[in-house]
């Protein structure tokens, strides 16, 4: 059973930074595709990065130039590096895992295994 905890969230000033982590277990996740989501109160869950197997990344454009997502297939670990956070970054991220293995693409509707989230909040 795949098991995904996420880790880093906290409260931040605006312009700061935090690294999100995400622990995966329950498989071996170097041939599948893994990104972060995020969900505003009120909203719906949104698309923030992924990452491919092979490296390839996407992400959602209001947070290109900011964020960086990256992974460590020894440790079955990805990681999104958040820089000059603003006050609508604010909500909680999960962690997600593609459905399928060797997909070269990303597509949000794919993913298939989430974490519990952790909170992010940036005061302005």
């Known amino acids: 059973q795949v098991q995904l905890v996420e880790s880093g969230g906290g409260l931040v000033q605006a312009g700061g930074s935090l690294r999100l982590s995400c622990a995966a277990s329950g498989g071996t996740f170097r041939s599948y595709v893994m990104g972060w989501f995020r969900q505003a109160p009120g909203t719906e869950r949104e698309f923030v990065a992924a990452?491919?197997?092979?490296?390839?990344?996407r992400y959602t454009d209001s947070v290109k130039g900011r964020f960086t997502i990256s992974r460590d297939n020894a440790k079955n670990a990805v990681y999104l590096q958040m820089n000059s956070l603003k006050s609508e970054d604010t909500a909680v991220y999960y962690c997600a895992v593609d459905k399928t293995p060797y997909r070269t693409t990303i597509e949000p509707r794919t993913f298939g295994s989430w974490g519990q989230g952790t909170q992010v909040t940036v005061s302005s």
């Open positions: 990452i491919t197997w092979s490296g390839g990344t």
